[in-house]
């Protein structure tokens, strides 16, 4: 309650100073003095944000002990991994709709995907390890990268006819990302885990892949 | 209150910026009004008194009703953020439930497959949650598999949801039961206990699904029933030594464990048949199909063997009258021996070309 009335009390003082923004002469001196991210192209700024969901999604592919995945936490990348899978994994022929009355596929990958990745950071959080909301979602969801790599490679294995030499293939892939994924999401969350008990922390972690990665090796229909 | 006599003051700072010596707010409003859209000079000397009794009213009339609107805005905002707030914050309470060791967790999951015998004194039922949760979600991921692989559909909402629902909602709800027939036969069991003991019992319907998914041999569910009967049976077995140990008279024992024991058992068989019952149609039909697809080719079969035999037989009777000599006798022997041989021969390739076809589909 009591940052709610600062805040408020803050907008309320800053009234007057917003006027004082707009006076003309001292506009110039502002623009030359400080770097203002206001003045920049936007697509500076795009490049910007792109580029720092590019860093992150590196550091899941290389995981060793980094926090800059921990402190500057977003939701872009999540949520890219997220629709990417939802829309791959959905069945795309028409015959296929029709069967499975428009096919609640999409809903599904985007429910599995949000609601698993609640459920693993209050589990986190209620064991007693220190973490915020947010930056546990986003590290579970760059975690995902490894995944829809794997994902990708199996719809293109999935365009040739499938024998059970292929299946072989795709299955190993996606038990490898599988591997991968837990073990990146492991790296990135040890510190926020209570000591004594990682294995409580790690098993909804492990799980919740194993979902995701069951839900792509399924997926036989290119 | 603060909030509304901060905006106040602000608003008469800014006011008092713009028009210098007015100390009436109503009429400095108005005049503000008439300032911004023309000259300021002349807003000022145009600002008549008569004004301040019909206008002026008005205007305060609205400014007051556009406080108390924002006013009743802010407030429910702030009771919105505030039970926001409040939730996240109860997660604190939940703390103590989550209070446990790994190695706790692996002895509680084994101790829910042996029973004890009770006795006079009172078994002991944890209060957590932690594994009661974890065993459901892995239950949820089961039912996911089973459904997959059953081809399941749901006309409305989503696999996922179906499997959430179904087990939340055993889960809620049977405890819920059973903690009111325990209420009212006098056994002393808490509601949290009710729920860790039932969830931990969730451990066997797992082993059961996985095992009868994994290993889905034929269609007399033989395999399924033995693993109803034995680990559906001991986990029962299990929560009902815990209720007898804590419960006094028979009749309250026999209502209480009777109750848990018919939801434990039924929603075992209904998980498996539920979810289940599409492979077994499946393979149903597919049974049924081959049989007729065979069934075709057999009567083919026969046609073509009658007509061969009446072709031999014939040309064998030609011969006969023809050559009429006991060399006749050994060559039709022979003849019809390999005639015999061939058919043979073309119906079991007949035979293995629609097996091989039918793996196909």
Same mark, same amino acid.
């Given at each position: 309650m009591a940052d709610v009335e600062f805040h408020d009390r803050e907008i309320m003082n800053d009234v007057p100073l917003e006027g004082d923004i707009?006076?003309?002469?001292?506009k110039t001196q502002y623009e030359d003095q400080e770097i203002s991210?206001?003045?920049?192209p936007v697509r500076e700024t795009i490049m910007r944000d792109v580029k720092a969901v590019g860093t992150k999604f590196w550091h899941v592919l290389y995981p060793?002990?980094?926090?800059s995945l921990l402190k500057e936490w977003d939701l872009w990348g999540p949520l890219i991994l997220c629709v990417f899978l939802a829309m791959m994994l959905q069945g795309s022929t028409e015959e296929l709709n029709k069967m499975r009355d428009g096919g609640p596929q999409f809903a599904e990958v985007f429910v599995i995907y949000w609601v698993g990745a609640v459920i693993v950071t209050l589990n986190i959080k209620l064991l007693?390890?220190?973490?915020?909301f947010f930056q546990s979602i986003c590290v579970l969801g760059y975690c995902v990268c490894p995944l829809a790599i794997s994902l990708i490679i199996c719809r293109i294995i999935l365009i040739a006819s499938q024998t059970t030499a292929l299946f072989v293939v795709r299955f190993i892939i996606v038990v490898i990302a599988f591997g991968w994924s837990t073990f990146a999401s492991t790296a990135f969350l040890t510190d926020c885990h209570p000591p004594n008990r990682k294995a409580l922390a790690i098993y909804p972690i492990f799980l919740f892949y194993f979902v995701i990665s069951w839900l792509i090796i399924s997926h036989t229909h290119s | 209150m603060a909030d509304t006599s901060n905006s106040w003051s602000s608003q008469q700072g800014m006011n008092q910026s713009a028009v210098?010596?007015?100390?009436d707010v109503g009429e400095m409003e108005i005049v503000n009004d008439e300032g911004d859209q023309s000259d300021y000079e002349t807003g000022f000397a145009d600002?008549?008194?008569?004004?301040?009794?019909g206008k002026g009213v008005q205007e305060e009339a609205r400014q007051r009703i556009g406080q108390h609107v924002t006013e009743m805005f802010w407030n429910a905002g702030k009771q919105q953020a505030k039970k926001a707030w409040s939730l996240y914050g109860n997660i604190d309470i939940l703390r103590p439930y989550f209070n446990v060791e790994p190695h706790e967790v692996r002895a509680r999951l084994l101790m829910s497959l042996i029973p004890q015998k009770p006795t006079n004194e009172r078994q002991r039922v944890y209060r957590e949650l932690y594994g009661p949760l974890m065993v459901i979600f892995t239950l949820i991921a089961l039912l996911l598999f089973q459904m997959k692989t059953a081809e399941h559909k749901v006309e409305e909402g989503t696999l996922m949801g179906t499997a959430f629902g179904v087990c939340f909602t055993y889960w809620f709800g049977a405890a819920a039961l059973v903690w009111f027939l325990a209420y009212v036969c006098n056994t002393r069991i808490a509601m949290l206990q009710i729920l860790s003991m039932m969830g931990y019992s969730l451990v066997g319907h797992c082993l059961v699904l996985f095992l009868g998914t994994l290993i889905h041999? &034929?269609?007399?569910h033989l395999f399924f029933y033995l693993l109803w009967a034995v680990i559906g049976g001991i986990s029962a077995l299990k929560m009902v030594c815990i209720v007898v140990s804590r419960t006094h008279g028979q009749s309250q024992r026999l209502i209480v464990c009777g109750a848990i024991v018919t939801l434990h058992l039924l929603f075992l068989l209904y998980l498996h048949f539920a979810y289940h019952q599409i492979v077994e149609d499946l393979s149903d039909t597919f049974n049924s199909d081959l049989q007729l697809k065979i069934e075709p080719a057999n009567l083919q079969n026969k046609d073509v063997n009658e007509a061969v035999k009446k072709v031999t037989f014939s040309a064998l009777h030609g011969a006969k009258q023809l050559v009429? &000599?006991?060399?006749a006798e050994g060559l039709h022997k022979v003849v019809s021996k390999s005639v015999a041989g061939d058919i043979k021969h073309v119906v079991a390739d007949q035979k293995a070309m629609l097996m091989g076809n039918q793996t196909k589909f």
């Open positions: 707009t006076v003309p002469g001292l991210t206001l003045d920049e060793k002990q980094s926090s007693g390890g220190n973490i915020s | 210098i010596n007015l100390s600002s008549p008194k008569q004004d301040k009794n041999t &034929s269609h007399d009429n &000599s006991p060399a």
